[in-house]
């Protein structure tokens, strides 16, 4: 990848922000219970989402002046994105392209897998929480699992590897499935990785009792496999055990009872051109409006540096007076 020269996008704190998230849309054709309600949402009108055009100009700044390496496609559910490979193709092109990688429910994955890694993407996030055909119906109010498991074949036979597979476990609902599943991502040469549930669902009914612990977790994968702790891999958010007797790694994403907003290197923009310095902030920076009304690229790039430039510490999650974001994680880019 050429070099850039750009001065690191740090905030108060000294981090600095190499990754960034872009929501290609808010629109889903899943409704998973711990993300959307079963009717779904007041979706973005069309005219106020990024263009091609302006998304490419904003991931050439990032990565042209503010040192932002690696890009994750998100949603909503990415895959329903329009011309998403000639999208990607743009993006590769760029002076300084970025590791582009998706996070997807892997529906339509099937069919486009192929076309996706010509394009230039070169890894995919895979969204599964169960193996069970009805109980994927209940978690996601839609019958789609096998759509889901030829599209995670079609990644792994296409090359973006490693394919990762990424579970929510909920108490009550599929938190005994959580060895099951390692079991068979193991067996298919997928990479498991479990997520601590957050308070970012559009109906505001996350409850911590029914979020899985990351302890819980160990325990219930050490139950069937032994484990053994991979050094953390920069500021990654999983952290990593292989299993021992295989080649295979698992991972936990701990994010409320095991915070890693010390090292957070992220900023997201959304799909109406929001962007957010975190997961959890109170305000955006408008860059939408930015690009709409003419500005340069030096304006962007200040605009963008102001924004992380006030960065909070952390979530706070913990905090008595933690206030869930007003948009839900499927708008905002999860
Ligand atoms: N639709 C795509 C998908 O499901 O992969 C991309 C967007 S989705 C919002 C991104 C990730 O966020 C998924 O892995 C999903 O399981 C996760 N997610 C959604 N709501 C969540 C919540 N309340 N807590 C933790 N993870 C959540
Ligand atoms: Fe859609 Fe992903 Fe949210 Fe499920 S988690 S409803 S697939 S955006």
Redesign the pocket.
């Known amino acids: 990848m050429p070099s850039t020269t750009a001065s690191p996008l740090m905030d108060r704190l000294g981090r600095v922000h190499t990754d960034l998230r872009v929501s290609l849309t808010d629109r889903?054709n899943?409704r998973?219970t711990?993300?959307m309600p079963e009717e779904g949402l007041a979706w973005l009108p069309k005219p106020e989402l990024l263009t091609d055009d302006e998304l490419v100009r904003l991931v050439a700044v990032a990565t042209e002046r503010l040192g932002v390496r690696t890009v994750r496609l998100?949603?909503?559910?990415?895959l329903l994105r329009r011309g998403l490979p000639g999208l990607i193709a743009r993006l590769t092109a760029l002076p300084h392209p970025p590791e582009l990688s998706i996070?997807?429910?892997g529906i339509g994955l099937a069919r486009s897998a192929v076309a996706l890694r010509e394009a230039g993407l070169r890894r995919v996030?895979?969204?599964l929480?169960t193996l069970r055909p009805e109980r994927f119906a209940e978690i996601t109010r839609r019958d789609r699992l096998q759509d889901v498991l030829l599209g995670l074949a079609a990644a792994q036979a296409a090359g973006l590897a490693p394919v990762k597979v990424?579970?929510?476990p909920v108490r009550g609902v599929n938190d005994d499935e959580i060895a099951g599943m390692a079991a068979f991502a193991i067996e298919h040469g997928y990479r498991m990785r479990f997520?601590?549930?957050?308070?970012?669902?559009a109906q505001g009914a996350?409850d911590r009792g029914r979020m899985v612990t990351a302890d819980e977790i160990l325990e219930r994968l050490g139950e069937r496999f032994t484990l053994e702790p991979l050094p953390r891999s920069g500021n990654a958010p999983a952290e990593e055990w292989r299993v021992v007797g295989t080649d295979a790694v698992v991972g936990v994403i701990a994010?409320v009872t095991r915070p890693f907003c010390g090292g957070c290197d992220r900023v997201r923009l959304t799909a109406d051109g929001q962007l957010r310095n975190c997961l959890f902030a109170a305000t955006e920076s408008d860059l939408r409006a930015l690009l709409r009304g003419g500005a340069d690229d030096e304006a962007v790039e200040a605009a963008w540096r102001a924004s992380v430039a006030g960065k909070g510490p952390g979530h706070a999650i913990d905090s008595p007076d933690f206030r869930q974001p007003d948009r839900?994680?499927?708008a905002i880019?999860?």
């Open positions: 889903c899943l998973c711990y993300c998100t949603g909503g559910e990415p996070t997807t429910n996030n895979v969204s929480d990424n579970a929510v997520i601590e549930s957050m308070p970012l669902d996350w994010s839900p994680m499927s880019g999860g």
